[in-house]
């Protein structure tokens, strides 16, 4: 077996050769190359001048300060306490937003996966909050817990949970909760949508072989739709887990980081830093150390989604 | 699932319920939205937080419309997004054939590349952007605006043309290879238009990732002449946080090409996210 | 039309060769089949042939001219493939007529072949109707209407009737057979089928490995395989093999008993409808009938014989036979095929 004298096979012309070679390896770069071209030089390069950035400092209300600053931004970052505080309020964001998502993301799926009247129309409506521009949403319900014109806090008041109806987001104990409650709504369509393809991906057979064998609604759910579900579900909570870390258009827009910082986040942060004071060279720091924390992450999920394949 | 099972009507009971739950929490802020920008000035306070407005209006469409510079924004925002869905959907439907229909040296590394570009924060690349932008002088154009958009969403946007692609026996074209066409002939007469839905679904997509993008237009833009939608009225949200029905009635234009966008997409959510080719 | 020739033609994907050294001629008019197990390769060759596959080496001509870097449509070659592969999104009319669309024949002058070759598949009534609406069966006619529509150089089939049922396959064979008689087009058959491949061609090439194991006309392949693997892949049901203890005097079988040939033979191999049933005294070798497989024009008979293991014997009619009746069985010799220990042909003694 032996591809050596492909060259010397008779009447094979070089200029043909180059020509076949030039069709089968040249032409699928020839599609490539304008995406290539755009990915290089507005998303490679400039990721790695940013990352440059971030040992450097680089600030345009103070023009003449440029230069080389070593790990100097990274100094300031451990000793900056709105640092930490954002890391956790990172923690808290994601955690809290994934949870939420996922929990009534599954209840819709489930609804879904069953039979009922009107169900092409309600699952339009409830899938509709997907498609809502983000700062939209950030504006409509940065609205809605404004007291002044929102129904939320006035039902609040009224349930017991505010002592009186007032703007949750300016309470910095309460803020976040704000942009959570945003991105739940925004988010459950997503992991209905998902876990309703994964949930249509059993075959049914599964199921009818399970009730002959007498298996109860609830132990079909634990013992056939969890466990097939189950790396599903693991792998897109930990992808989204990702996504939401990095997602700062709610929270820029419906507290800009505030109240006193209790709702800033490392990615608001690095928007904030970079937008408003125009401290690209800080800003960038904050964004080497936000990726630094999602790879240490990536690491932990590609462990757990190994475990979960071998299973 | 269960045909035949019987459920007790407690069940059924707390299934609609909950249905009905999911369906007013989807709808409500929507609604509220609406309402409000339906709603006369003067009726604002006194109607608080009653659930119907006691009076319609349209008046405060017809001043966003007619009086202020939204429509210039929405202008601005169509061109962004119809070029960016537009040149996305072009190169990223070349490069999607690539990785569906060929298999060439270095592919690997280039789905690696593409799916880098999908991991990083993107927040990560906007002083330098801000910077490089700066540099070509073309802040506050809308131009640069298409172009970061573009290369944004390229590497997802290949992925869905490629599902796409992957979906269409390669035996087609090489009937039609077969049949006398080149392979450019095929790709047109053959390919394309059974890709018609594939197309479509990735030009809604990227129309409205890039409608609904803030914060990349916020840093490059800050003339009020290329302001794009989501720009302006945020701008005027913190300028002037006095007209409620204005705003949201701005809110509810900005809601339109989605929804008309979502209609469209409705159906193919599912299948769609089934091959793992949509993002949030 | 015209012939083909393929010269010392070898396809390797990557570092991997999955076709060695084809040699074949293929006469002009010449009805070919090529069969072989899964993955053997014939496919690629076709899709070689075709142009839809790039050949790595060796020399490939249609009509004596070259065609290595021809691109399939520059070929004049119509191609039906497995899954027919029509154009959803065109009617059976605009499918059968799109190669000539593509060469921008004047739609006047599309209908006329279309017609004809509608008439021929009867698909008159079909010709709006587009391919979602239309049986397996009627796709697959589109499918080789499509091909005969453009009166090509030659025909490539690649198990074409393998979607459909038994009793489509048998009649779309019978259509096939008859098109060829017809048009008398060159054509390149791959099939699983070996009903198929006895009854369509007029040369069979055996392959296996992606290496061309033996080519011949139906009934060569059938009396004199060039090897063990052709012995056993033609003709069903499966040859019996025999192993043979080396003995200067003759062939000697596992129970002991001897027949005059060469020594150097390791199996001996006869088909089974060439092994005689015969009472138990009478035969050559005696066995214990197993299974009796009763098939109305034929009985298979599966037996037990001392010494040597599982022998089928295939008898015209029915017998009386049970299981665990003693039966004999005799070798009809001038069926006999020999074979030395690597699987090669050995000349028989008669
Ligand atoms: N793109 C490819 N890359 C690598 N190997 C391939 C490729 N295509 C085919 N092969 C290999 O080439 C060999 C021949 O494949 P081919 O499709 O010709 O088989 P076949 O004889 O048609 O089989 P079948 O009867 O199952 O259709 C197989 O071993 C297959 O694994
Ligand atoms: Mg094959």
Same mark, same amino acid.
């Given at each position: 077996m032996s591809a050596t004298h492909a060259e010397h096979a008779?009447?094979?012309?070089r200029a043909r050769l180059a020509r076949a070679w030039l069709r089968y390896a040249v032409e699928p770069y020839l599609y490539l190359s304008p995406a290539l071209l755009l990915i290089c030089f507005v998303m490679l390069i400039p990721l790695a001048i940013g990352i440059s950035y971030a040992f450097q400092s680089i600030n345009l209300l103070r023009p003449?300060?440029?230069g080389f600053v070593g790990l100097e931004n990274f100094e300031t970052l451990v000793g900056d306490g709105r640092f930490w505080t954002a890391m956790s309020n990172t923690f808290w964001w994601t955690f809290g937003s994934v949870t939420l998502q996922f929990g009534l993301g599954l209840g819709l799926a489930l609804l879904l996966s069953t039979q009922f009247h009107g169900k092409r129309l309600v699952q339009a409506l409830v899938f509709?909050?997907?498609?809502?521009p983000t700062f939209l949403i950030a504006l409509t319900w940065s609205w809605l817990f404004n007291p002044v014109i929102g129904p939320l806090p006035h039902w609040a008041a009224a349930l017991g949970l505010?002592?009186?109806?007032?703007?949750?987001?300016?309470?910095p104990d309460t803020a976040l909760w704000g942009p959570i409650l945003a991105n739940v709504w925004y988010g459950v369509p997503f992991f209905a949508i998902t876990l309703l393809a994964a949930l249509q991906s059993i075959p049914s057979e599964l199921y009818e072989a399970a009730e002959i064998d007498g298996a109860s609604r609830w132990q079909c759910f634990t013992k056939i739709t969890l466990p097939f579900l189950g790396p599903m579900i693991a792998i897109t909570v930990m992808l989204r887990a990702i996504w939401i870390a990095n997602f700062a258009d709610l929270i820029y827009v419906m507290t800009?980081?505030?109240?006193?910082?209790?709702?800033?986040i490392l990615a608001t942060y690095v928007f904030t830093t970079a937008f408003?004071?125009?401290d690209f060279g800080y800003a960038s720091a904050i964004a080497v150390a936000l990726l630094g924390v999602l790879m240490v992450y990536a690491v932990i999920l590609l462990v757990v989604r190994e475990k979960l394949v071998r299973v | 699932m269960a045909a035949l099972r019987r459920t007790p009507p407690a069940l059924v009971a707390g299934k609609y319920a909950a249905i009905a739950a999911y369906v007013a929490f989807a709808l409500f802020p929507l609604y509220w939205l609406l309402k409000i920008a339906l709603t006369p000035d003067a009726l604002i306070f006194s109607d608080?937080?009653?659930?119907?407005?006691s009076e319609l209006t349209l008046d405060n469409f017809r001043t966003v419309i007619f009086q202020s510079d939204f429509m210039a924004y929405f202008r601005n925002s169509v061109i962004v997004s119809l070029s960016t869905a537009a040149a996305t959907t072009l190169i990223a439907a070349a490069a999607g054939y690539a990785f569906s229909r060929f298999a060439f040296r270095g592919k690997r590394w280039v789905v690696a590349l593409m799916l880098l570009t999908q991991m990083?924060?993107?927040?990560?690349?906007i002083a330098p952007i801000y910077k490089l932008v700066a540099a070509i002088g073309?802040?506050?154009?809308?131009t640069s605006l298409i172009v970061v958009y573009t290369a944004f969403n390229i590497p997802f946007a290949t992925f869905l043309m490629q599902s796409f692609f992957d979906g269409i026996p390669r035996d087609l074209e090489e009937a039609a290879m077969i049949d006398g066409c080149t392979r450019l002939q095929a790709l047109r007469v053959v390919i394309l238009p059974l890709t018609l839905p594939g197309l479509g679904a990735t030009l809604g997509f990227v129309f409205t990732a890039a409608w609904s993008e803030l914060l990349f237009a916020l840093m490059l833009i800050n003339s009020n002449d290329a302001m794009t939608f989501p720009v302006g009225l945020l701008t005027f949200v913190s300028k002037f946080s006095v007209d409620w029905g204005q705003m949201m009635a701005a809110g509810v234009l900005a809601l339109v090409p989605s929804c008309l966008f979502f209609l469209f997409i409705q159906r193919y959510l599912v299948q769609g996210l089934t091959s793992g080719a949509v993002k949030g | 039309m015209a012939g083909m020739e393929l010269r010392a033609l070898r396809k390797s994907y990557g570092g991997l060769?999955?076709?060695?050294?084809i040699e074949l001629s293929i006469a002009d008019g010449e009805f070919v089949v090529l069969v072989g197990p899964?993955?053997?390769?014939k496919s690629t060759l076709l899709r070689m042939i075709a142009g839809l596959e790039p050949i790595t080496g060796g020399e490939f001509r249609i009509g004596g001219r070259r065609?290595?870097?021809?691109?399939p449509r520059d070929r004049d070659i119509a191609m039906v493939f497995q899954s027919y =592969? /029509?154009?959803?999104?065109?009617s059976v009319a605009r499918n059968m007529g799109f190669s000539m669309e593509i060469r921008r024949r004047p739609a006047a002058e599309r209908e006329g072949p279309v017609a004809a070759a509608a008439r021929t598949l009867g698909l008159d009534r079909l010709?709006?109707?587009?391919?979602? =609406? /239309?049986s397996g069966g009627q796709r697959q006619r589109v499918a080789m209407g499509r091909a005969i529509?453009?009166?090509?150089q030659a025909f490539l089939f690649d198990?074409?009737?393998?979607?459909?049922d038994a009793a489509l396959r048998v009649e779309m064979r019978l259509e096939i057979a008859r098109l060829h008689q017809r048009l008398g087009t060159t054509t390149v058959y791959v099939t699983h089928d070996q009903v198929e491949a006895m009854t369509l061609a007029d040369r069979i090439v055996v392959m296996n490995g992606g290496v061309i194991q033996q080519v011949g006309t139906p009934l060569e392949l059938y009396d004199?395989?060039?090897?063990r693997f052709v012995a056993q892949f033609i003709g069903s049901p499966t040859m019996n093999l025999l192993d043979l203890a080396a003995d200067a005097a003759g062939l000697r079988l596992g129970n002991g008993a001897t027949l005059p040939g060469?020594?150097?033979?390791a199996q001996l191999g006869i088909r089974p409808e060439h092994l005689e049933l015969v009472s138990a005294e009478e035969g050559e070798i005696a066995a214990q009938a197993q299974v009796i497989e009763r098939l109305g024009s034929d009985t298979n008979v599966f037996t037990e014989a001392e010494g040597i293991g599982l022998l089928l014997a295939r008898v015209h009619g029915n017998v009386d036979l049970r299981p665990g009746d003693r039966v004999g069985l005799r070798l009809m010799r001038d069926r006999i095929h020999l074979f030395d220990a690597e699987g090669a042909r050995l000349p028989t003694a008669h």
């Open positions: 008779p009447g094979m012309p003449f300060d440029a509709l909050p997907w498609a809502v505010l002592s009186e109806p007032y703007n949750i987001l300016g309470d800009g980081g505030g109240p006193a910082n209790s709702t800033q408003r004071k125009l | 608080g937080t009653a659930l119907w407005p990083f924060p993107l927040l990560m690349i073309l802040l506050n154009s809308l | 060769e999955v076709l060695h050294d899964s993955g053997c390769g065609m290595n870097e021809v691109p =592969a /029509l154009y959803p999104h065109m010709l709006e109707r587009f391919p979602k =609406a /239309l529509v453009r009166d090509p198990e074409p009737l393998s979607n459909l004199r395989p060039a090897n060469p020594g150097s033979a």
